[in-house]
């Protein structure tokens, strides 16, 4: 009986002794430790990395524009901010360099890890961003973002509940509130339908009324609801 304790006792050394050797997963070794300075925008940010302050570019996303210097602030472009600040506050931060390292205006591309959790997952998941910017080498993750957009897409979230707002381009928000008065002068209740067939109808105090392209246009909210469509949340 006591032979039979000590090679159990043997063998689960030597277990524990095997897993504290094996080699982690290659992506996480090959992540680096930053300090976030600022975040810029939803897909930009300003780090510290070994006493060197640097931007870093969110590869394979892109995010609205809410500082560009030559574009309005877009819709959702705040929320994907508040966003990204809120995951990385109080976080542990790493990047995941992309092959070449940097841009062409010089900033790290790179996928960015808040307590091991990929950003650009939680970004796409919650319809704050678009795969954009597929470039070779940096394809690693291409597939599963991928993956995740279309089911933010098929949910209608975020930037998918803006019929056309995604374009190849980027993001295209046009200014219709003219069609009132060419499509219908007597009603006011914009029904939109998302690409993913959601029916959602927006009302003039609404945040994104003036950009929504509508499809149908109703006097009464119990028209829109009659109709199928649901409130904006916005």
């Known amino acids: 009986m006591k032979r039979k304790w000590i090679y159990f006792f043997t063998l689960s050394a030597l277990i524990v002794v095997?897993?504290?050797?094996?080699?982690?997963?290659?992506?996480?070794?090959?992540r680096i430790s930053v300090k976030v300075i600022e975040?810029?925008?939803?897909?930009?940010?300003?780090?510290?990395?070994?006493?060197?302050?640097?931007?870093?570019?969110?590869?394979?996303?892109?995010?609205?524009?809410?500082?560009?210097?030559?574009?309005?602030?877009?819709?959702f472009s705040?929320?994907?901010?508040?966003?990204?600040?809120?995951?990385?506050?109080?976080?542990?931060?790493?990047?995941?360099?992309?092959?070449?390292?940097?841009?062409?205006?010089?900033?790290?591309l790179a996928y960015v890890y808040a307590d091991g959790n990929s950003v650009q997952e939680?970004?796409?998941?919650?319809?704050?961003?678009?795969?954009?910017?597929?470039?070779?080498?940096?394809?690693?993750?291409?597939?599963?973002?991928q993956s995740i957009q279309k089911q933010a897409q098929e949910d209608g979230v975020g930037i998918w509940s803006l019929e056309n707002y995604v374009q190849e381009e980027g993001f295209v928000a046009k200014e219709t509130s003219s069609n009132k008065d060419v499509e219908n002068p007597d009603c006011s209740i914009k029904g939109n339908i998302t690409s993913s067939g959601e029916k959602i109808y927006h009302v003039e105090t609404g945040r994104y009324y003036k950009i929504t392209k509508p499809e149908k246009w109703f006097c009464t909210e119990q028209e829109a609801i009659d109709a199928g469509f649901r409130k904006s949340q916005r």
């Open 122 to 145: 939680a970004l796409l998941k919650n319809g704050l961003a678009r795969v954009a910017y597929i470039f070779e080498p940096n394809t690693k993750y291409v597939d599963d973002y």
């Open 78 to 108: 705040k929320e994907a901010s508040r966003f990204t600040e809120k995951l990385l506050s109080d976080s542990n931060v790493e990047l995941e360099l992309g092959i070449g390292e940097r841009d062409k205006y010089g900033r790290l």
């Open 39 to 75: 975040v810029v925008d939803g897909d930009t940010i300003k780090v510290n990395v070994d006493g060197k302050n640097e931007t870093v570019r969110f590869l394979l996303v892109d995010t609205p524009e809410s500082v560009h210097p030559s574009k309005p602030v877009q819709p």
């Open 18 to 30: 095997i897993a504290a050797c094996s080699p982690k997963d290659s992506s996480d070794q090959n």
